[in-house]
DNA sequence: GCCTAGACCGAAAGCGCTTTCGGAATCAAT
DNA sequence: ATTGATTCCGAAAGCGCTTTCGGTCTAGGC
């Protein structure tokens, strides 16, 4: 059975192949009875453009990536799958492919992102998780390649962007834990690099500010986003001598991790101690005890991501495409009123 | 600034286009001297072939295809990015693209399976959670497109599968459980029209049968992947005038469902009532108790896949690519020595 | 010194589509 | 009936690369 390709519709129709491929593409110079004609003949053979000539005919390459972040290692990424998702569903719409490409490294990060926007095989990248200083932005920008970051990094004034409010959510959840009586709040973070990271640091300082609460360095690490790198890090802190009673995690994933060393100190936590994450994870649900965090709005985020991402493809303005939505306090049981340590009663 | 292409790098080199491109490409009729010179050049000015225009050439799409199983709600889908970035590597090492694509419903997932077969924008596929007839592997098998299933339909002789022997895993995990005392086993699974429900089923009547257990269907239920779904099927079950002591899950999702029924049953996991889950996810350490489950060795389990679609893609005969994997019982807290129900005590 | 092998490279024909350009045919208007 | 404007379609030139084919040139062998 020979291909269908416009060569053969265009014999079979008795018409020339620019002509099947005009009218297959609505032209205007079409009439209306041929171009009845030649769709019909192409729906009974199957017939369906290689996409390969197309793009290169056109130069559009009609397809987007996602840029996996490096260390899914960890617990956390049904966040990848349901952005994925979201992406795949909006760019399903045009016909797009979405292409998902990782960097084998951290180092060959950039050299990924470079060759994939001088090779020309896709119209748009969206990545996520910046740097503070990302380079990745960088060379976007350098060969303007129309990009949207998932999450923000320190200069973001003049591209795409689509981030929750971090900050805010943690100067809440100090509210929070300050007003159900908690003074030693401890904090653990993920590595600076990160920007996010760094923004909830400054959501939790500017939160011990405001409810006239102390800084201090001894209840606060930052650490890679596992469990048992979270776990350590609070039970270190817990050895203080003023250990805190409620701790802040900057993901879900290290909330987990802390429960989990609170309890191995005996502890229990969302009694002994609060502890609240970030991110909303369902599985939180589940945990012992049920995490309470601070849920992000990342149903379809993945969608309107990539739907902005189209959007600036066509010509739009990335500054006009900056989205920032805010978190949400999800009350399970890991958060509760201060009270005074038991090792303080003995 | 002019872009770098084949034709820039001739004229640059004072020789002909195809003879860069097959310098480039280490044709054997191309001199050491000028080889080198070429591909000297083309370092020093950054080229990247076009990767549209070689496809359309070579007339191999160098990409290959993950088909995302429709229902990602459930909490499960680690796994997802776990296989992506699996693939991936294994892809990258070739310069091969990874493209995700999403059927946007079950109905249409054949037609998204045709199109992508006949489209020519991929040389190879892999999808995921087959049913036991299922028309997506008819398909690839029609347009003989090269394509691997992790998992396995009812049918699998005659194409290339990865899967992990889950009906054995269940075989020995009723023989655990009985090993324990346990005597009314519940089954909780999962759509039957999945065909690795059906082997996890038949594992758990096989365990039963070997271990002189007789079936009781008021035991077991099928329903979604998901917590929620699996923990109302647990409550009913749990109502039974004699209800089980212990439960087997076809997913780890739906275990973690069936704990949280068990306690809101006023029972305790682990000790009243044994559970225990299947897929080895790493959050089960945190669950409430910590789950017993039946892991499956996955971690690498995307690059294995994606290497051996890639040696089909080379012309390996697909038969020769069936590997069958072990799952191993990894005891957290969620199982314990069968104890006779407190309802029987009052 | 002539002939035959290689070795090496240029020319050119695609790959399957899109898109411009111009020509033929149709139609309305003078 | 002639002209001008439209409508509709065919021809052909790419898109940027690969790959075959054949030709030139040099190095051996006699």
């Known amino acids: 059975m020979r291909r269908v390709g416009l060569k ?18 609505d032209y205007p110079d079409i009439s209306q009875s041929t171009r009845d004609r030649v769709k019909e003949v192409a729906a009974k053979f199957n017939y369906k453009a290689n996409q390969t000539a197309r793009r290169l005919a056109t130069g559009v390459a009609e397809a987007v990536a996602y840029l996996m972040p490096p260390n899914t290692k960890s617990i956390s990424e049904p966040f990848v799958s349901q952005l994925l998702e979201g992406i795949g569903e909006s760019l399903s719409q045009r016909g797009w492919d979405l292409l ?6 951290e180092k060959t990060e950039a050299d990924t992102v470079e060759k994939l926007s001088t090779s020309g095989r896709v119209s748009g990248v969206v990545i996520s998780r910046p740097y ?8 976007l920008k350098k060969n303007n390649m129309p990009f949207i970051v998932h999450g923000r990094s320190v200069d973001s004034d003049d591209y795409a962007w689509f981030d929750v409010d971090s900050t805010q959510a943690f100067k809440d959840a100090v509210g929070h834990l300050a007003g159900l009586g908690h003074q030693q709040i401890g904090f653990i973070g993920a590595p600076l690099e990160y920007n996010f ?18 800084y201090d360095p001894t209840l606060v690490d930052h650490v890679d986003m596992t469990d048992d790198a979270s776990a350590a890090a609070a039970s270190a802190i817990l050895k203080a001598q003023n250990p805190p009673t409620a701790f802040l995690c900057a993901t879900d994933t290290q909330a987990i991790g802390v429960l989990a060393a609170i309890r191995s100190a005996g502890l229990i936590p969302g009694q002994d101690i609060s502890v609240i ?18 849920a992000q709005p990342q149903s379809h985020s993945g969608r309107e991501i990539c739907d902005m991402l189209l959007a600036i493809i066509d010509g739009g303005n990335p500054v006009d495409y900056q989205e920032l939505r805010s978190a949400t306090l999800v009350r399970r049981m890991s958060d509760g009123p201060f009270r005074p340590m038991k090792t303080i009663i003995s």
């Open 277 to 294: 994450g970030y991110d909303g994870l369902d599985f939180g649900k589940h945990t012992n005890p049920p995490l309470t965090t601070l």
């Open 8 to 25: 053969f519709l265009a014999t079979e129709l008795g018409i020339s192949e620019g002509t099947v491929s005009r009218a297959l593409n």
């Open 197 to 214: 990271a760094q923004m909830r640091l400054d959501g939790y300082r500017q939160g011990l500010m405001e409810n006239g609460l102390q």
């Open 100 to 105: 998902v490409v990782q960097a084998s490294s």
């Open 132 to 139: 503070k200083n990302d380079r990745r932005i960088e060379l």
